[in-house]
């Protein structure tokens, strides 16, 4: 059984405000994600700010959980709710990710999780301050996104360790990084953007219609 938990209980301070609820292409940021994975899976969770739990009408069979106060709070929300033997975790910030990517992330493959990423086609510049210290090698440097998916026996394991620590990351994979499990990685999309900052909704919106329309390029 495979579980998926969607995280959609963020503040938004770099949005300026709960972005999840904020309307791409006529419905709201987190239904993107949603409507990826209802009926495709064995179990859905989606993880809200409490407040909004009541309010934030779901689909029959979608199980809605209170998130925490930090990210890898919410998914250890989702996490001990979650059933399935492996659970994909997806930020719905990122709304343009294909359906098929949550299978395709899911087949682990001998691996304890695995990432989708795309290989960073910039130079990368280590900065302090306002100066330049050096040139990084991009070579085997890949920038991750998410669904991440994960054994779920391992991924709880870590989130307990972690939190034992006080130790919080900005993935669930660098939890199984830390503690020594491999962690594999599958090829996503340069399509598959996060919104962090109001500007970022234009753009996905722009992204969102080429989809629709069948001309879905290379960017």
């Not at 963020?10 to 709960?18: D, P, Q, S």
């Not at 407040?51 to 934030?56: A, G, N, P, Q, V």
């Not at 359906?99 to 682990?108: G, T």
């Not at 991009?138 to 989130?159: D, G, K």
Request: glycine letters at 8%; hydrophobic letters at 40%; one cysteine or more.
């Amino acid at each position: 059984m495979i579980s998926v938990i969607l995280l959609s209980a963020g503040e938004g301070r770099r949005f300026g405000g709960k972005k999840q609820f904020v309307e791409l292409a006529g419905k709201p940021l987190y239904l993107h994600s949603l409507e990826k994975v209802v009926g495709r899976f064995e179990e859905v969770i989606l993880v809200l700010p409490e407040e909004d739990i009541e309010r934030i009408k779901v689909q029959a069979g979608v199980q809605k959980v209170k998130g925490g106060k930090e990210r890898q709070d919410s998914v250890l929300e989702g996490l001990l709710q979650a059933k399935g033997e492996i659970v994909i975790v997806h930020d719905c910030a990122r709304p343009l990710a294909d359906a098929e990517l949550f299978k395709k992330v899911s087949q682990l493959d001998g691996y304890h999780g695995k990432i989708t990423a795309v290989p960073s086609r910039d130079t990368l510049k280590e900065v302090a301050g306002d100066m330049v210290v050096r040139t990084l090698d991009r070579t085997n440097v890949w920038l991750s996104q998410t669904p991440q998916a994960f054994i779920r026996r391992v991924l709880l394991e870590c989130h307990f360790k972690a939190r034992n620590e006080g130790f919080y990351a900005t993935d669930d994979a660098s939890l199984l990084e830390r503690y020594g499990y491999r962690v594999g990685v599958v090829e996503g999309s340069f399509w598959n953007i996060k919104v962090t900052y109001p500007e970022d909704l234009p753009f996905a919106e722009i992204l969102l219609e080429s989809m629709k329309r069948g001309t879905k390029e290379k960017i």
